[in-house]
C-alpha cells in the first residue's frame, strides 16, 4: 500500500507549457506538503495545506498554484514553465496534532521535472 | 529555525556502528532535534527525534549533548541500505500548524562492503 503517491514520475516539457503534478496520501492525514528538491540537492518547503487551507507559501513564484480538492489530494500546477523550474518535486503529509513538535512528516517518491 | 552543522559526507564498513553528529550550538529550549534521511531516488523519511533524552528506536539510536549544543544518530551496525543523505533538523515544540521541515546540507553516508 502507497501511503503517498505522487503522478507522473517523469515529467519532460518544453519551456512556456502549463504542466500539473498530483499528489494524493491514503493515511488520513489532515495537511500536506510541497517540496522542491533543485540540482544541488537542496530541499526546500514550497506549500503546505491544512484541511484544503493554504497556511504556508514560502515566496514561490505566483506561475505554481497548488489546488487541495479534498484532504487526501493536494496537486501542483505549474504555468509558463521555465528551465529553472526543472527539479524533483516532493509531496508529503502529516497529521497535524494541534501545533505538535511530532508531526512526522511522510514523504512521496517525488516527480522528476525537466523543461527543455 | 535554529541551524544546524553537519559533515558533508562519511564513510563506513558495513556490519559497523556509525556515529552521525550534528552540531546546534544555537538551539532554543523549545526546539526538539529531529533526522531524516533520503535514499538515492527516494523521498526523505522519518528516522528518530528527541528533545534531552537519548532515544532508541528500530532504526538507530539518538544521544544529545548535556548542554543540547549537539546530538549524534547512531546507527549501531550499518548495511548497504543505510547508505542515504542524513538530515538534523531542529523543530520548535510551539510550531504552528502544518509545519515545515527546514533541511540543510545533510551528512552523505557512504557504507562499503
Known amino acids: 500500500d502507497t501511503a503517498v503517491s505522487q503522478t507522473p514520475k517523469y515529467l519532460v516539457t518544453q519551456m512556456g507549457n502549463d504542466k500539473s503534478i498530483k499528489c494524493e496520501q491514503n493515511l488520513g492525514h489532515d495537511t500536506m506538503y510541497w517540496y522542491k528538491q533543485d540540482s544541488k540537492k537542496f530541499l526546500k518547503i514550497m506549500f503546505s495545506?491544512?484541511?484544503?487551507?493554504?497556511?504556508i507559501n514560502e515566496t514561490v513564484p505566483n506561475r505554481f498554484s497548488p489546488k487541495s480538492p479534498d484532504k487526501a489530494h493536494l496537486n501542483l500546477h505549474i504555468n509558463s514553465l521555465e528551465l529553472g523550474d526543472s527539479a524533483v518535486y516532493f509531496c508529503?503529509?502529516?497529521?497535524?496534532?494541534?501545533?505538535?513538535?511530532?508531526?512526522?512528516?511522510?514523504f512521496g517518491p517525488g516527480t522528476r521535472l525537466t523543461v527543455l | 529555525d535554529a541551524k544546524t552543522t553537519q559533515p558533508n559526507s562519511m564513510e563506513s564498513n558495513e556490519e559497523e556502528p556509525v556515529h552521525l553528529p550534528c552540531n546546534h550550538s544555537t538551539i532554543s529550549g523549545t526546539d526538539y532535534i529531529h533526522w531524516y534521511r533520503q535514499l538515492p531516488s527516494q523521498g526523505p523519511e522519518y528516522v528518530i527525534h528527541g528533545l534531552t533524552s537519548n532515544v532508541n528506536n528500530r532504526m538507530a539510536s539518538l544521544a544529545i549533548a548535556e548542554d543540547r549544543k549537539s546530538s549524534t544518530l547512531i546507527l549501531h551496525r550499518a548495511t548497504l541500505r543505510d547508505a542515504a543523505v542524513y538530515y538534523c533538523?531542529?523543530?520548535?515544540?510551539?510550531?504552528?500548524?502544518?509545519?515545515?521541515?527546514?533541511f540543510g546540507t545533510g551528512t552523505r553516508l557512504q557504507v562499503t562492503l
Open positions: 533538523i531542529l523543530r520548535d515544540v510551539n510550531t504552528g500548524t502544518a509545519s515545515k521541515l527546514t
Open positions: 508529503a503529509s502529516s497529521q497535524d496534532l494541534g501545533g505538535s513538535y511530532y508531526n512526522e512528516q511522510f
Open positions: 495545506y491544512n484541511n484544503k487551507e493554504l497556511i
